[in-house]
């Protein structure tokens, strides 16, 4: 299983992008500033996610969202509660 989720930035509000298998342990590093990519700028709070039936393909989603660079599109995502992708 993989899940994809959407992290918000209690300190600046930016949102972060990521996919794992484990997600409690994910939450607890991005937290603890043990992810290099939002040490400055914990704590969050988890604001969407989604599981997927493997990592891989919750890796493409990831991959394919974080290319769209826009914060209007994953506002949507979290306010439906879904994400919705091409092929």
């Known amino acids: 299983m993989g899940i994809v ?3 918000r930035s209690l300190v600046n509000g930016r949102f972060y992008i ?3 298998n484990d997600l409690e342990r994910r939450f607890g590093e991005h937290n603890l500033g043990k992810s290099k990519a939002t040490k400055f700028t914990a704590p969050f709070e ?3 996610r989604q599981e997927y039936d493997s990592l891989n393909k919750a890796r493409r989603v990831e991959n394919k969202l974080k290319k ?3 914060k209007i599109i994953l506002e949507k995502i979290i306010n439906d509660s879904f994400i919705t992708l091409g092929p």
């Open 5 to 7: 989720y959407i992290l």
């Open 18 to 20: 990521g996919s794992t």
């Open 46 to 48: 988890l604001v969407f």
């Open 68 to 70: 769209f660079k826009s």
